[in-house]
Structure formats: structure tokens, C-alpha cells
Nanobody
Framework: VQLQASGGGFVQAGGSLNLSCTAS????????MGWYRRTPGKQHELVAD???????FYVDSVKGRFTISINGAKNTVTLQMNSLKPEDSAVYYC????????????WGQGTQVTVSS
């Protein structure tokens, strides 16, 4: 499975950005897709993910502001980010899980999100 992310960029606080990630290869293996982020000096943080059955997870800091979705073909995940804050600035990584757990099996390339105050 390969993951190709797009989106990200620079936005002022309060603005919006949309991240998109398309999976290719044996997508039938995928059970969950989501987004992690990482800021310098910190570990990766799970921001949001979604199962193919529709269950979602959001880290508390983005609840009510971010929305994750997966298309019906199960090969694209998007993260709509609204009301962005400077603390949302990070490199965002698309991930996919093939088993019943939550630990990512596949990682896409990172995409930078920068939110200015």
C-alpha cells in the first residue's frame, strides 16, 4: 500500500485547510485511515482516524474543528481543518492500518501545515 498526501500550506489563525490522501496498491487490506502530526521535538500525535465501518477518533484539541472522512471506495481520506490555531502547525502524515489494531502499518509523506497568529 502506498499513500500519497496533498494539501497543507500556510494559513492565518482562524482559517481552514484541507488535507487529502489517496491510497494505492492493495487497498482491500486497509481497515482504518487517519492523520498523525509531528512538531519539532515532539512525538507523533494521532490527530484523527476513521475505520472503514465509520467509527472515528479525534484528539481532544481538534474536536469540533476538524472533520475526517473516507470515500466509499476506501482509498481516499480527507481531513477538513477549520478554525486553525498556531498550535496546529506541524507536519501532518497520512496513515493506514491493515489489521484490527490502531498502530499504523503504512505512512505517507508528510505535508507541512503552518498557522500564523
Amino acid at each position: 500500500v502506498q499513500l500519497q498526501a496533498s494539501g497543507g500550506g500556510f494559513v492565518q489563525a482562524g482559517g481552514s485547510l484541507n488535507l487529502s490522501c489517496t491510497a494505492s496498491g492493495d487497498v482491500a487490506l486497509i481497515k482504518r485511515m487517519g492523520w498523525y502530526r509531528r512538531t519539532p521535538g515532539k512525538q507523533h500525535e494521532l490527530v484523527a482516524d476513521m475505520s472503514t465501518g465509520g467509527s472515528t477518533f479525534y484528539v481532544d484539541s481538534v474536536k469540533g474543528r476538524f472533520t475526517i472522512s473516507i470515500n466509499g471506495a476506501k482509498n481516499t481520506v480527507t481531513l477538513q481543518m477549520n478554525s486553525l490555531k498556531p498550535e496546529d502547525s506541524a507536519v501532518y502524515y497520512c496513515v493506514a492500518v491493515r489489521g484490527l489494531g490502531y498502530a499504523p502499518d503504512y505512512w505517507g509523506q508528510g505535508t507541512q501545515v503552518t498557522v500564523s497568529s
